[in-house]
C-alpha cells in the first residue's frame, strides 16, 4: 500500500510539471506572437509598407502581391494611422505538422478603432503573417449562422455544378466588379483542378 501511495506521488508530481511546462510553452509562444504583431504594428505605425513582407507567410506571398498587401494596408488608413494596439486574445491550433495562431487585437487609428484578427503560422524563423481582416465592431469579426448558411449553399451549388445559382449569393459590392456570368465562367473553370466532392468547416 506504502509503496502505491508512493508511486501515485510520483506520478502526480511529473503529471503536473508536464502540465506546468505545457503552460509555460504557451505563454513563452504567446509572447513570441506578441513581439512579432508588435513589430510589424510598428512599421505600420512608421507607413513603411513595404517593410511588411518580412513578416508575410510564404503561403500569402504566393496568393497576393505586395503590391496587393500595401494597397490594403494603405487603404486601411483612411480610419486614420495606427497610435496604438491592444491584445485581446491569441489562440493555438495545433494540427499535425504545423501550428496556427488566431490573435484578435484592438487598433486605435486616432478616432476610430478596429478590431483586427490575424492568423498567423508558427515557422522555424518565427511567426508568420497568414491571413488579417479588420471591421469596425468585435462581433463582425465572428462568422455568424447567417454566413455559415450561405458559405454551405455555395459549396451545394458547386458540387452540384449549378453555379448560376450561386448568382443569388453576390454581394452588391462584389456585383460592382464582376458579372454574374464572369463569376459562372471562373467557377467552371476551376473544375479543371477536379469536380468538388466535399467541404468541410475548419
Known amino acids: 500500500m506504502f ?10 508530481s511529473v503529471l503536473l510539471l508536464i502540465s506546468c511546462d505545457s ?14 504583431l508588435s ?4 512599421v505600420l ?24 498587401c500595401t494597397t490594403l494596408l494603405k487603404h ?6 495606427v497610435e496604438s494596439v491592444e491584445p485581446l486574445s491569441i489562440k493555438f491550433n495545433k494540427y499535425d505538422e504545423l501550428t496556427e495562431v488566431v490573435a484578435r487585437y484592438e487598433v486605435n487609428r486616432g478616432e476610430n478603432t478596429l ?26 469579426l465572428t462568422i455568424d449562422d447567417d454566413a455559415l448558411e450561405v458559405a454551405t449553399e455555395f459549396y451545394e451549388d458547386c458540387i452540384s455544378g449549378e453555379y448560376e445559382k450561386i448568382s443569388k449569393l453576390m454581394s452588391e459590392s462584389l456585383r460592382a466588379i464582376v458579372s454574374e456570368e464572369q463569376l459562372v465562367t471562373f467557377l467552371e473553370k476551376k473544375e479543371k483542378f477536379g469536380k468538388l466532392l466535399s467541404y468541410q468547416k475548419t
Not at 23 to 36: I, L
Not at 76 to 81: A, I, L, N, P, R
Not at 122 to 138: L, P
Open 39 to 42: 513589430a510589424f504594428y510598428e
Open 76 to 81: 486601411m488608413d483612411s480610419y486614420g494611422k
Open 115 to 140: 478590431f483586427a484578427e490575424i492568423l498567423l503560422l508558427e515557422r522555424e524563423d518565427g511567426y508568420k503573417i497568414e491571413g488579417y481582416h479588420y471591421a469596425t465592431t468585435m462581433d463582425m
Open 23 to 36: 503552460g509555460n510553452g504557451d505563454a513563452e509562444k504567446e509572447e513570441k506572437v506578441k513581439e512579432s
Open 3 to 12: 509503496k502505491f501511495h508512493q508511486l501515485f506521488t510520483i506520478l502526480f
Open 45 to 68: 505605425k512608421a507607413g513603411d509598407y513595404e517593410d511588411t513582407e518580412d513578416f508575410l507567410d510564404e503561403s500569402l506571398k504566393s496568393t497576393v502581391t505586395m503590391q496587393e
